[in-house]
């Protein structure tokens, strides 16, 4: 294929393939871009079609697997994006989770090291070393209902700070 014979083929079909690839992407641009790479490739292989009998068919048909591809290319890219995001998002809250747990925690042991020392060594062995108050009673040589007694203290004392705390959080949040 010469040079003139390439641009009788583009004279003739340009628009009819810009009409195709319009009618699917409807996106001028992008249009025009899927016209130009079907005639790059129809020039980059031009030895090789010498067996075409349907030159326009030929064309038609480039036409139409060019566009499948784009298709594919942006259905892939608007996943990776789609999966981009869920990721980041993911890693953010996790992050986010992870500051927030480690902030709560250490409220919570400073509220616990403000406990009367009786009163904090029962709580940590009732919440968390999971004993029994039969076996704290035993360890700690009182009755069960004493156990029972600092358990309450303790949660009392816990439920008031962190009762103020949020109220004032939200307070400082939304005003």
Not at 105 to 125: G, M, V, Y
Request: aromatic fraction near 14%; include cysteine.
């Amino acid at each position: 294929m010469t040079e003139v014979q390439f641009a009788e083929i583009y004279e003739i079909f340009w628009g009819k393939l810009y009409t195709v690839a319009y009618n699917y992407v409807r996106d001028k641009t992008m249009a025009q871009e899927l016209v130009q790479d079907v005639f790059v490739n129809l020039w980059v292989k031009r030895a090789e079609l010498s067996c075409i009998q349907d030159l326009g068919a030929y064309l038609f048909r480039c036409m139409k697997n060019r566009i499948y591809d784009q298709f594919d290319t942006l259905a892939s890219r608007e996943k990776l994006a789609r999966n981009a995001r869920h990721r980041f998002s993911d890693e953010v809250n996790n992050t986010e989770e992870t500051v927030e747990y480690e902030e709560t925690l250490a409220l919570l042991n400073q509220e616990i090291a403000r406990l009367p020392d009786t009163t904090r060594t029962i709580f940590k062995l009732s919440r968390f070393e999971r004993y029994t108050n039969e076996e704290i009673a035993r360890q700690m040589q009182v009755s069960a209902k004493a156990v029972e007694y600092h358990i309450t203290v303790a949660l009392k004392k816990l439920r008031l700070r962190f009762d103020r705390l949020i109220y004032i959080l939200i307070l400082f949040w939304f005003c």
